[in-house]
């Protein structure tokens, strides 16, 4: 009798389970329909790490949405600068060789999918004469160094964008360009300030903004302000705000 009703409960149980994993399973789905072209997709949710489209066609193929993910690896290096010293060692007979100032750090700076590094000089040129603390004037070779030791891209407004002037803080921009790294916090134009720097790293879209807390005293002209992004929260905040309204995944501020 016992053995019975079990058996008949368990019959049962069972009945209900497959009923309510069959239910359970028809919601993982999203459709193949293309989104641009069909309907617009309203109140999307998620169940069990499954998207599934609330409107989507009775009509159109089903397929599970598999997920995945995307891992970025940024490395962010700050204070590149180049005092006399180092400056006096890297020079060769033909002209200056920074990579073995970098030889120990490059394989970590390789490793990363993107690398920043935090520019703390000018390269103004050799007819202005190469210095060090206070007022830096590096050798061109320096930014070629850093190109070739694994940085993408470099960050210029800080309190010694302007150890040189305008003139020196537009020739280092150049250099940075000649040799094909990114850069933002010092511009050459108010068409160059306003374009925000956006990067792609494994589909992941990012956009990098730049400020400095000052410059040592010395800055630009008034009618050229463009020049050097410095910090003031309101414009800060609309700059974010703005940024975000484009395709962006992230943002990154850099302050100094």
Known sequence: MWRIFFSFLFLIISVYLLTSFSSCSSTQIVTTT????????????????????????????????????????????????CHM??????????????LPSFVFVKPYLEEADFTIGNLELTC???????????????PDEYIVALKKTGFDFLVTANNHSMDMGESGLLRTIQQIKKNKLGYT??????????SVRVISVKGIRVALLNYAYGTNGAYPDASRRYMLNVIDSAKISDEIKSVKRADIDFVLVYFH
């Open 34 to 81: 293309n989104q641009q072209s069909g309907p617009p997709v309203r109140k999307p949710y998620v169940d069990k790490g499954m998207i599934v489209l609330d409107d989507r066609p009775k009509d159109s193929s089903l397929v599970r949405l598999k997920d995945s993910i995307v891992e970025v690896t940024i490395s962010v290096v700050g204070d590149l600068m």
């Open 85 to 98: 010293p180092q400056a006096n060692n890297a020079k060769t007979d033909s002209g200056y060789d920074f």
């Open 124 to 138: 103004a040129g050799q007819e202005k004469g190469y210095s060090g603390y206070p007022n830096f004037n590096a």
């Open 185 to 194: 916090g010092t511009f050459e134009s108010q068409r160059d300030h306003d």
